[in-house]
């Protein structure tokens, strides 16, 4: 089986020690192409920089550039520009994470729209999917989306862990899903059990969001207490079990998907 992670963040200190060591367990367990997170301006320069240096072949490591909503306040006037000139790099492969966060409230919600719209605008112009964050603010999030759609190629909600009526908001608008592991938690992922049946094939994408949200169901758990792409082999488990599929099966049609939205090649053999 191939795999393919949507969501790494590669640029967290827990990784600095060894980001090579990451990407080989990964391809080792086999999930051979990364995507890795922008979620500042330093962070996707930061997210670039490891895609040079750690692949040399091009065709394992991709990244996206953006602005999250938790560091929108940092948004000024030279941002839009300093994105649009990662934007024309090969290896940027989507706008974001940007989006929207109402539980932290990081940032002012009024900043975090303001940046989450100039970022859908910078898609719009760019033709890039979008890969967005959003936290207790799904009716927001897709009351901004809904009249820039239209204009738009593919986005993908990140993480989802909604509820029914956020995910069929979002399947409405034609967006992407994806999954991590925050299924694999008894205490809080279980209502997704039921939902992950309702996203549809070539909708649907897997990811670690690495190094958190370690799924609780891996045995054993890693001493370091963190996650890694490596384990995204759990997330599929978990996600086939309740859409009854095999995992092999799973594997093919989620990296699929994530290969087409992201505009990937064909992995190295």
């Avoid at 490591?61 to 990662?86: E, I, K, M, Y």
């Amino acid at each position: 089986m191939e795999l393919i992670d949507i969501g790494v963040n590669l640029t967290h200190p827990s990784f600095s020690h060894d980001p090579a060591g990451v990407v080989e367990r990964a391809a080792a367990a086999g999930v051979r192409q990364l995507v890795l997170t922008g979620t500042s301006l330093a962070e996707s320069e930061a997210a670039l920089a490891l895609c040079r240096a750690l692949d040399d072949s091009g065709r394992q490591l991709f990244c996206t550039a953006g602005v999250h909503p938790h560091d929108a306040s940092q948004w000024s006037a030279t941002t839009a520009d300093t994105l649009q000139a990662l934007y024309q790099e090969d290896r940027v492969r989507a706008v974001g994470e940007c989006g929207l966060d109402f539980n932290r409230d990081f940032s002012p919600r009024e900043q975090q729209e303001r940046a989450l719209e100039a970022q859908l605008q910078l898609a719009a112009e760019t033709g890039l999917p979008v890969f967005l964050h959003e936290r207790d603010a799904s009716r927001r999030l897709a009351e901004i989306l809904r009249p820039y759609r239209d204009h738009l190629g593919a986005a993908v909600v990140h993480c989802f862990t909604g509820e029914r009526h956020a995910l069929f908001d979002y399947l409405d608008l034609d967006l992407h899903i994806g999954i991590t592991g925050w299924i694999c938690d008894e205490r809080r992922g279980s209502h997704l059990h039921a939902l992950v049946r309702e996203i549809p094939r070539g909708r649907l994408m897997l990811e670690t969001d690495a190094p958190y949200l370690l799924p609780r169901t891996l045995r054993p758990k890693p001493k370091s207490g963190h996650n890694e792409p490596a384990y995204l082999t759990e997330v599929l488990r978990e996600v086939a079990r309740h859409r009854g599929e095999s995992e092999a099966d799973l594997a093919t049609h989620t990296s699929a998907c994530a290969r087409a939205f992201f505009a990937l090649p064909a992995p190295d053999r």
